[in-house]
């Protein structure tokens, strides 16, 4: 611990184990409990030769991943809602048709511009994401003209959903230049930026790796169920993340799960505007491929990726802040019985801020 005294070292110990303090006050309180000042840059492990291969890789990893989830439970949720309302009109599906359309380029350049950002790519990391962008819309357009003629008004629909994944892939790498150059100047991007692509890299390892299983067993799950264990991954994932920066103060937590999951939260919110025009595109045609219970399924699935979130980051930070002030606890009684006595339970890590301000405690503490 460093020199401090006595008075110091008392209102340190009253604002780290404060779950109401404010963010700085308390970052500031733990760093000089700690005797930290700041942490020390973290090197890549990965070779400069390997780098672009690899961020490719788990952007594209990430991108299956985000897909995988957003029309399964997309797909699922309309469903239980058909079932929930049979004398009501079915789905049509098409919001899962959107969203396969739009979210790999949305979540690919999201990702990868993470990546690059992180390992510091150069000039060719753009072009190699705007041709993968570019190369995917083309293919899904001849998967979906199929060799066949096109209308005049279905030709301007599929120009359209091409111009609106284009849009949204460049508002996707500018949304994750901001957001890494906040993180830079706060906790460090390194820190949320690796756990969010393991995660979504991780998803249709586990969605696959489940239905290998169910499979073989014999076991069929019913969409509630099927439902509930898409919930309990996302809120395992901000668990996992919250846990592993160590982020006791709830706000923060929140903040970070929220960044983890932003490219779902962003598909789905994306979603609605981009139903909304297609059905009244359609409508101009006298196609009636859209229902209510598509906007339902979309409206449900944008609560769900934020709810969740949010939901396993509050929990994950209470638990947390319930450790760290058992901990406090236990130290306070260890102090009082053996003053002389110099270490301490850790109550917090150095992955809450790269340059902690500590003038609001030394000013108080003389």
């Known amino acids: 611990m460093s020199n401090l005294s006595q008075n110091t070292h008392q209102q340190a110990w009253d604002i780290a184990s404060d779950p109401s303090a404010s963010e700085e006050k308390w970052i500031a309180a733990v760093t000089l409990l700690d005797g930290k000042s700041a942490i020390a840059p973290v090197k890549n492990r990965v070779p400069r030769w390997l780098r672009l291969p690899w961020a490719?890789?788990?952007?594209?990893?990430?991108?299956?991943?985000?897909?995988?989830?957003?029309?399964?439970?997309?797909?699922?949720?309309?469903?239980?809602?058909?079932?929930?309302?049979?004398?009501?009109?079915?789905a049509s599906h098409t919001a899962a048709a959107i969203l396969i359309w739009m979210v790999p380029s949305?979540?690919?350049?999201?990702?990868?511009?993470?990546?690059?950002?992180?390992?510091?790519?150069?000039?060719?990391?753009?072009?190699?994401?705007?041709?993968?962008?570019?190369?995917?819309?083309?293919?899904?357009?001849?998967?979906?003209?199929?060799?066949?003629?096109?209308?005049?008004?279905?030709?301007?629909?599929?120009?359209?959903?091409?111009?609106?994944?284009?849009?949204?892939?460049?508002?996707?790498?500018?949304?994750?230049?901001?957001?890494?150059?906040?993180?830079?100047?706060?906790?460090?991007?390194?820190?949320?930026?690796?756990?969010?692509?393991?995660?979504?890299?991780?998803?249709?390892?586990?969605?696959?790796?489940?239905?290998?299983?169910?499979?073989?067993?014999?076991?069929?799950?019913?969409?509630?169920?099927?439902?509930?264990?898409l919930v309990a991954m996302v809120i395992g994932g901000s668990c996992y993340a919250v846990y592993k920066l160590n982020a006791t103060n709830t706000n923060s937590a929140r903040a970070i799960a929220m960044?983890?999951?932003?490219?779902?939260?962003?598909?789905?919110?994306?979603?609605?505007?981009?139903?909304?025009?297609?059905?009244?595109?359609?409508?101009?045609?006298?196609?009636?491929?859209?229902?209510?219970?598509?906007y339902a399924g979309a409206l449900t699935g944008l609560v769900f990726s934020i709810a969740t979130p949010l939901i396993g980051a509050t929990l994950a930070s209470k638990h947390l802040q319930a450790r760290a002030a058992l901990g406090i606890s236990e130290n306070r009684l260890s102090t009082l019985t053996l003053p002389n006595k110099t270490e301490r339970t850790a109550i917090g890590t150095s992955s809450d801020t790269t340059a902690p301000a500590l003038t609001s405690i030394s000013a108080e503490g003389g």
């Open 56 to 90: 490719l890789t788990i952007a594209s990893c990430g991108t299956s991943g985000a897909v995988f989830l957003l029309v399964l439970s997309q797909m699922l949720m309309c469903s239980r809602i058909g079932e929930m309302f049979p004398l009501g009109s079915s």
């Open 259 to 294: 960044f983890l999951w932003s490219p779902m939260i962003m598909s789905n919110l994306l979603l609605l505007p981009a139903l909304a025009g297609t059905h009244a595109w359609l409508a101009l045609t006298g196609t009636r491929m859209v229902s209510w219970v598509d």
């Open 106 to 229: 949305l979540v690919f350049s999201m990702l990868f511009t993470y990546q690059r950002l992180l390992f510091e790519g150069g000039k060719a990391w753009p072009l190699l994401q705007w041709g993968v962008v570019l190369g995917y819309i083309t293919s899904i357009s001849l998967v979906a003209i199929d060799g066949q003629p096109v209308q005049l008004m279905d030709g301007m629909l599929l120009g359209l959903w091409n111009l609106t994944c284009i849009g949204v892939a460049a508002g996707g790498t500018k949304m994750a230049k901001t957001s890494y150059k906040c993180l830079e100047s706060t906790i460090g991007a390194r820190k949320v930026v690796v756990p969010m692509t393991n995660i979504f890299a991780a998803v249709p390892l586990l969605l696959g790796g489940s239905i290998i299983v169910l499979h073989a067993t014999g076991v069929f799950l019913l969409s509630p169920q099927f439902i509930c264990a």
